[in-house]
C-alpha cells in the first residue's frame, strides 16, 4: 500500500525545525514552478495556487501601497471594530507581550489598522515593514494570518514556510475574521503574530474565541442601540395610523406598526428626509429620529418602471447588490450566502426552485428549509423585485453581474457545487436580461 506524502501538521509534531526546512524547500519548488517534495496542508496548497495566478511576488514590500496616516484614522473612524478594540486588548495583548506576540487588526479590505504587543516583535515588524497601513490581501501576500482568513471566513494558522512572501516566513501566524452578527459580511480579521517556537497548538483556538467574544460584543451593543431607538419611537408610532416603521441608521428594525415584521429595510446609500421609493415598501415618507429614521409607507409596494439591478461580485469579500430607478438607487452589501444565492438566480431568467437551489448551493437537493429560510431574508430586502414558485427576478428588471477579470476568483469563500463550476469555465456562464454580459 503507498503512503501519502508527509504533510506539515505530521512533521511539526515530530520535529518543528525540520517541519520548517521542509516548508522552504516546498515553498522554493512551488515559486520556481517544479514539484514539491513535501505536500503541503490543503488550506495552504489551495492558499498558494491563488496567490501564485495574482502573480504574487515573493519579495514584496510592505510598505508598497500602505495607507497615509490621516486615511488609517479615517478608517478607524468608520470601522465598527473601534467598539470591540477593549475585547481584543484584554483577550489577546494582555498575553501577547509575555508570550513574545504581536496582534494585528485589519478591515474588511485587509488594511491593518492596529498593531499592538511584544516589543521585541514589533521592532522585528519595523524591519520588514509590517506596519499599521499594510496591505494584508492573500492575493498581495499569498498566504497569511489576516488575507487568508478573509478569503475562507474561518480561523486559520499560517506556519513560518507556510508564507510564500519571504519576510514573513520568520514569522507564524494565527487569525480569526471578524463578522457583523447582524448580516455575516465580513469586518475585519484579527491575527496574532510571532516566532515560530513561541507558538502553541491552541493558540488559534484562542484567537478564534477572541474573534466570537468580539462578535458577541457587536451584538450586545447592536440590540442596546434599538432598544434605545425603540423607546424613542413608540410614542411617536402610537399616534400614527397605517403602515410604519422606525429603523436605525442602517436600516435595521426597531418598531414597526400596521405591517408585518421585517428585520431590515434597505435604504438609500445616502437617505435624506422626503418622499423616497424602497424596495420592500414601495413610496414612502422619511422622517429623522434620534438615532435612525421613522418611514411611514403610502402605497404598496412594486417595482418602478425602468430598474436596474447589478449584482457585484468583482471584489470578492465586498459582494453588493445596487438597485435603480427614476426615483433613485439604494446599495447593500450582501452575506456570502446571500452573494451565492443570488448569483445563481442571475444564471436563469426562468428561476429556480428551492430544491434546486439546495442542490446548487449544498449538493443537497433536500435542504429546502435552508435555502426558503434565506431567500425569505433576502425578499425582505429585494421585495418585489425578486419572485417566487420558482426564484426569480422580477421580469421587468434588467439584471446584470459584474464578475472578477478572473472566474477563479468568483466568490472564493463558496463551496457550492454550482459555484466551483463556474470558476472553473473560462468564461462564466451568464446573460444578463436588457444588458451584455460582464462575464
Known amino acids: 500500500m503507498a503512503h501519502p506524502s508527509p504533510t506539515v501538521p505530521r512533521l511539526a509534531a515530530a520535529d518543528a525545525a525540520r517541519a520548517a526546512r521542509r516548508l522552504y524547500e516546498a515553498r522554493a519548488a512551488v515559486l520556481s514552478g517544479e514539484r514539491a517534495r513535501v505536500v503541503p496542508r490543503p488550506v495552504i496548497e489551495e492558499s498558494w ?8 511576488d515573493p519579495e514584496h514590500d510592505f510598505r508598497t501601497g500602505s495607507l497615509s496616516h490621516e486615511e488609517v484614522e479615517r478608517r478607524r473612524g468608520n470601522s465598527q471594530l473601534r467598539y470591540v478594540l477593549p475585547v481584543l486588548r484584554e ?9 513574545h506576540h504581536i496582534m494585528l487588526v485589519a478591515d474588511g479590505e485587509g488594511r491593518a489598522l492596529w498593531r499592538e504587543g511584544s516589543s521585541p516583535v514589533l521592532r522585528k515588524a519595523d524591519e520588514v515593514g509590517i506596519e499599521v497601513g499594510t496591505d494584508w490581501r492573500e492575493d ?3 498566504p497569511n494570518g489576516l488575507g487568508t482568513p478573509a478569503v475562507l471566513r474561518r480561523p486559520v494558522q499560517v506556519f513560518a514556510g507556510e508564507h510564500l512572501t519571504r519576510s514573513l516566513a520568520s514569522f507564524t501566524c494565527a487569525g480569526a475574521p471578524i463578522t457583523d452578527p447582524r448580516d455575516g459580511r465580513l469586518i475585519g480579521v484579527v491575527d496574532v503574530s510571532g516566532p515560530p517556537e513561541t507558538m502553541h497548538p491552541a ?3 484562542w484567537v478564534a474565541s477572541v474573534a466570537q467574544l468580539a462578535e458577541a460584543r ?5 440590540r442596546g442601540s434599538l432598544d434605545r431607538l425603540r423607546s424613542a419611537a413608540a410614542p411617536v408610532l402610537a399616534r400614527l395610523g397605517g403602515r410604519a416603521i422606525a429603523v436605525d441608521r442602517d436600516g435595521w428594525t426597531a418598531a414597526i406598526t400596521g405591517m408585518p415584521y421585517t428585520d431590515r429595510v434597505a435604504l438609500p446609500k445616502s437617505p435624506a428626509a422626503g418622499r423616497r421609493w424602497l424596495p420592500a415598501l414601495g413610496v414612502c415618507s422619511l422622517e429623522p429620529l434620534a438615532g435612525g429614521w421613522l ?8 417595482p ?7 449584482l457585484d461580485l468583482a471584489r470578492p469579500h465586498r459582494c453588493s447588490l445596487t438597485v435603480s430607478g427614476r426615483s433613485g438607487s439604494w446599495t447593500r452589501e450582501l452575506s456570502p450566502r446571500h452573494a451565492e444565492l443570488l448569483y445563481l438566480l442571475a444564471l436563469r431568467d426562468t428561476g429556480r426552485s428551492a430544491a434546486g437551489l439546495a442542490g446548487e448551493v449544498f449538493g443537497d437537493p433536500s435542504r429546502t428549509v435552508t435555502v426558503r429560510a434565506e431567500m425569505s431574508r433576502i425578499r425582505r430586502y429585494l421585495g418585489a423585485f425578486l419572485e417566487h414558485r420558482p426564484y426569480r ?12 477579470d478572473d472566474p477563479r476568483a468568483l466568490l472564493p469563500h463558496s463551496t457550492a457545487p454550482a459555484v466551483a463550476e463556474g470558476r472553473m469555465s473560462v468564461r462564466v456562464p451568464y446573460k444578463a436580461r436588457g444588458a451584455a454580459s460582464s462575464a
Open 49 to 56: 495556487e491563488r496567490a501564485i495566478r495574482h502573480g504574487i
Open 91 to 99: 483577550g489577546l495583548v494582555s498575553v501577547a507581550d509575555t508570550a
Open 140 to 142: 498581495v501576500l499569498g
Open 203 to 205: 493558540t488559534l483556538a
Open 218 to 222: 457587536l451584538r450586545e451593543r447592536h
Open 295 to 302: 418611514i411611514r409607507a403610502a402605497v404598496e409596494p412594486e
Open 304 to 310: 418602478p418602471a425602468a430598474t436596474r439591478i447589478v
Open 393 to 404: 427576478f422580477h421580469a421587468d428588471a434588467e439584471v446584470e453581474v459584474v464578475l472578477p
